[in-house]
């Protein structure tokens, strides 16, 4: 005789896994906001991204120091995005 036992186990992990979080967007201007995550080796997540679009031009710039300089760089566009 076989017993089955079924019980309702409640999930701890979070609804939607986005990656690893590496931190918030530090805002220098424009409303800029959001929230980084590592989704793979080459991807990037931003979850809740604002920006005011009132700057003349927009990119992602990324490094170590506290604020842009020579020592990050800009994350390229990919080639193959079409838009929406």
């Known amino acids: 005789m076989a017993l089955l036992l079924a019980a309702n186990v409640e999930s701890k ?3 939607h896994y ?3 979080e590496i931190g918030r967007i530090n805002s220098f201007g424009h409303g800029v906001q959001g929230r980084v995550y ?3 080796e080459s991807t990037l997540f931003v979850k ?4 005011d ?3 003349p031009d ?3 710039w990324v490094g170590n120091s506290p604020r842009p300089s020579p020592e990050g760089y ?3 566009y ?3 995005y079409t838009g929406r």
């Open 74 to 76: 800009i994350i390229p």
């Open 13 to 15: 992990a979070p609804d």
């Open 58 to 60: 927009a990119f992602f």
């Open 48 to 51: 809740g991204f604002a920006y």
């Open 18 to 20: 986005y990656g690893r």
């Open 38 to 40: 590592a989704v793979d």
């Open 53 to 55: 679009g009132s700057a």
């Open 78 to 80: 990919p080639e193959e």
